[in-house]
Structure formats: structure tokens, C-alpha cells
């Protein structure tokens, strides 16, 4: 997705009474961010999500310290930009440090995200492990790096986050994200299941939460190039033309330009299971069913 919305397009879309209220109470994060009313309506359509997401899944039971992973790309951006917002609002109470694991990838800008945050002034570890070395040479010429590299990249993540006292590790996966994990999963893994916005890790010792899982793609894309985020392209994963996950990326969109709104019907099926209609005798018993008769 092109991140092609300018501060300049957000300002024109929002006519005379562009001026946001509280933009000088906003966390630095934002002291560069359009000062108009459709900026306005993007952040707080995306705030209300993520507190949304917060709330239905109970994200901040026994929390009080979060490691938020920051790839470079426009959803971690945003991600970390709409938490620093809550928490500057009091609407968070837990303790936010910034990641980036910087994987070897060739010409990798190692300057960007640290510069970046301590021009924010957020809390910070950037940590070196050359995991593309590994994937390169495990992964057969003309496979996807995809799922190798992600491995790598959780396995070291969930290491940072107890070393750093952080009760979860916090990611960037949004409502396509979820989507297309969901379809991957039912077209070549064979099963009904998706990205989880709250899940235990095999170890049972950190949380893996998702706030934005309502969130849209396209409203995060539109966020990001609004803040001006100095994105870092992925020249490992996103490289490779042909992915499964690309296909249905294209699919959905495919689907949503057709019928409009069929992306949030599809998300809200996923919190609305029906065990009994489904296939699977090991989440409803079939067995047990008879008809009553009269005696």
C-alpha cells in the first residue's frame, strides 16, 4: 500500500475549522502531526479502536509493563504513536519500551529508529541478532523467508521483554493482518483459526496482545504518512512477489471493492462462533445429541 496522503491533504480535507483543541496537550509524538479535523477524526477512530480491543479482551489484567515491537514499518509506527497518545492521556497505566530487533538485513538504516525515538523522548532498546544470515542460508532458494523469519524474530522478542520486566509483548497486527491469517489458514492449512488479539505463549510467562485488531490497514497507512514516520521499508519479507499472504490480500480487497463493508462483517464472525454448526467434534459434542421423545 502507498503511503501517498500528505499533513497538506489531511489540512485541505478539513476545510476552515481545522484546528484541533488539544493538540498542544499531545504527547511529542504529535508535535508535527496535521492540526485538522479529518486528522482529528482518523486518531480518535483509531484510539477508540485500540481502547476498544483493550476492553473486550481484557489486555491490561496484571499488566504494568509493556515491550512494544517496532519494526520500521507504518503499523508499528502507529501502534506506538496511538499508545504513547492514550498514555499521555492517563487512559493507559502501564509502562511502554519500544523495541527494534535489527535482524542483518543488507543496508539496513540502523540510525532511523533510534534517532527517531529519542527525538520523542520514548524508552528504548534496539538489539542486534542476525537472524538473516540463518533464514538465507535454512530456507531453500525460491521459498518464502516469511515464516522462519518471524520465528527468529518472536523467539528473540520474548527474550528482550523478560530481560526488560515486561509482563507482554505488544505488536502491530491489524484487522487485514488477522484476515489474512484467517483465509491462509482455512485455503492451505485446513482448519478455522487466525491471529488471536490476546494469546499466552508456550512458555505460559508473557502475552502476546494485539489492540490493533480493529483497526484497518488503510487507516493506519493514511495515519502513518500523515505523521510523516520515517518508514523503513522490509527488503527481506516484502521483497518476495508471490507470497500466499499477498494473494489474499488481494482477495479481500478484491471482495471489499465489490461488496463494501464485508471486511468488518468478516472480523465480526470471528468473535461470533457457533461450535454447533461447525464440523469439529472436539469443541461440541455430537455425540450426546437425540431427539426427545414422548414417553
Known sequence: MTLSTSAEQFDADAGDDGEIADAVSAHPVFANAPRSVGFNKLRKRLIRQ???????????????????????????????????????????????????????????????????????????????????????????????????????????????????????????????????????????????????????????????LRPLAYAAEEDLARFAAAMQFPIIPCDLCGSQDGLQRNAMKEMLAGIEAKMPGRKDAMLRALAHVDPSHLLDPKLFDFSSLSPTKDE
Open 50 to 208: 485500540i481502547r476498544q480491543a483493550i476492553a473486550d479482551f481484557d489486555m491490561l489484567k496484571g499488566q504494568k509493563r509493556w515491550l512494544v515491537g517496532l519494526s520500521g514499518g507504518k503499523d508499528s509506527y502507529g501502534l506506538l504513536a496511538l499508545l504513547l497518545d492514550l498514555k499521555w492521556r492517563g487512559l493507559l497505566p502501564v509502562d511502554l519500551v519500544a523495541c527494534n530487533l535489527d535482524q542483518g538485513q543488507p543496508n539496513f538504516p540502523k540510525h532511523v529508529l533510534p534517532d527517531y525515538l529519542k527525538s520523542i523522548g520514548v524508552p528504548h532498546r534496539i538489539e542486534y541478532r542476525d537472524t538473516y544470515s540463518v533464514v538465507t542460508e535454512k530456507v531453500p532458494q525460491g521459498a518464502t523467508y516469511c515464516s522462519l523469519c518471524s520465528r527468529l524474530r518472536r523467539g528473540n522478542l520474548y527474550r528482550i521483554a523478560r530481560e526488560e520486566g515486561c509482563e507482554a509483548l505488544v505488536l502491530g497486527h491489524h484487522r487485514e493482518d488477522i484476515l489474512e491469517t484467517f483465509f491462509m489458514n482455512f485455503f492451505h492449512g485446513g482448519r478455522l483459526s487466525a491471529m488471536p488479539a490476546k494469546l499466552l505463549n508456550d512458555e505460559g510467562d508473557l502475552m502476546v
